[in-house]
């Protein structure tokens, strides 16, 4: 403490990260509560705890929040720790269990291979690449 701050110093909190912000009342007491989230384009915002919902995934049992931005209208979903998911379930938020999407079997045609690569990379350095294109019958046609 010094003469010019008369005060001693605050403590700091520690915060959550802006892609984990989630702060949850709870739903059930009163469906008008707010929630805090962090839309990708506002940044913070505070929109109806009835329009927050809480994602697990059943793959990898990771936690997210889906919600519409209260200011720019926006539907996101934003990445949530479990130490915030399982409290807001318990509040009363609606909950939502996904999967992640499964590869489809092997496609017809033969594989793709470097020299594929660096000839549609060149073809796309060209001004009328789009009309070049469009012009390619597919193999089956011809």
């Not at 008369?6 to 702060?23: F, G």
């Not at 915030?84 to 590869?103: H, T």
């Amino acid at each position: 403490m010094t003469a010019r701050h008369p005060r001693p110093p605050r403590l700091s909190r520690p915060c959550a990260s802006r892609s984990t912000d989630i702060n949850l009342p709870t739903v059930r007491e009163n469906p008008k509560h707010w929630v805090r989230v962090t839309c990708p384009a506002c940044g913070v915002v505070r929109v109806l705890a009835s329009g927050v919902v809480v994602r697990n995934c059943i793959d990898d049992q990771s936690w997210s929040y889906r919600a519409r931005c209260s200011r720019c209208d926006t539907t996101f979903v934003g990445a949530t720790p479990e130490s915030l998911a399982i409290p807001a379930v318990a509040a009363g938020l609606a909950v939502e269990l996904w999967r992640l999407p499964r590869p489809s079997g092997r496609r017809a045609g033969s594989p793709f291979h470097a020299v594929d690569a660096l000839e549609l990379h060149l073809a796309l350095l060209e001004v009328d690449w789009f009309d070049q294109w469009a012009r390619v019958e597919p193999p089956g046609d011809r």
